[in-house]
């Protein structure tokens, strides 16, 4: 379901174009849910910091992206519109197992609402796609209830930017 929501892209999203403008991401860095968004991946791969860049997407027919290593071996973890097409049961599982791929992660996710028939803490659209509908607050909120339900330590959520379209954090 979540597959059917990417978009093709023209340009790079205003997420990966904000994190380029910063020079914020360096190392090896892993797009998480590439989807449709190949400007993205070359965009993070042509920063100078960067050493790397390999993009992951469970949709995508080529079977070396669907390896994801564990255990920080990539300096930086990049997700873009991701998590906010995944319902609740799969959410969780997608952030979780992004998040420990890298020793820094960036999530962003979408704040407009879309329409659509309400089910689960979003909508389902007439395309057949789920979109939540949290607001900033409760992503914040989500962030940590999942870091703490699932692992054990100290974390940190800090918001990089919010928009009236967009919530963008770097959770480490």
């Not at 910063?22 to 100078?48: M, Q």
Request: aromatic residues 12%; glycine residues 6%; hydrophobic residues 40%.
């Amino acid at each position: 379901m979540s597959g059917a929501t990417a978009i093709a892209r023209t340009k790079v999203s205003a997420p990966t174009q904000w994190i380029t403008e910063h020079a914020y991401v360096y190392g090896n860095v892993l797009h998480y849910g590439e989807g449709k968004a190949f400007h993205d991946t070359a965009a993070l791969s042509a920063l100078p910091q960067v050493d790397n860049v390999d993009a992951y997407d469970p949709n995508s027919p080529d079977p070396l992206k669907h390896v994801i290593p564990g255990g920080c071996t990539y300096d930086y973890v990049v997700s873009n519109y991701v998590l906010n097409t995944l319902t609740p049961a799969e959410r969780e599982d997608a952030f979780i197992k992004g998040f420990l791929s890298g020793c820094y992660s960036i999530w962003t996710v979408r704040l407009d609402k879309v329409d659509g028939d309400p089910i689960f803490d979003g909508v389902l659209t007439k395309r057949g796609t789920f979109q939540t509908h949290l607001k900033a607050e409760d992503w914040i909120v989500w962030f940590y209830d999942a870091l703490r339900e699932r692992l054990v330590g100290n974390y940190r959520v800090k918001i990089l930017r919010k928009t009236r379209n967009y919530l963008m954090v770097e959770v480490y």
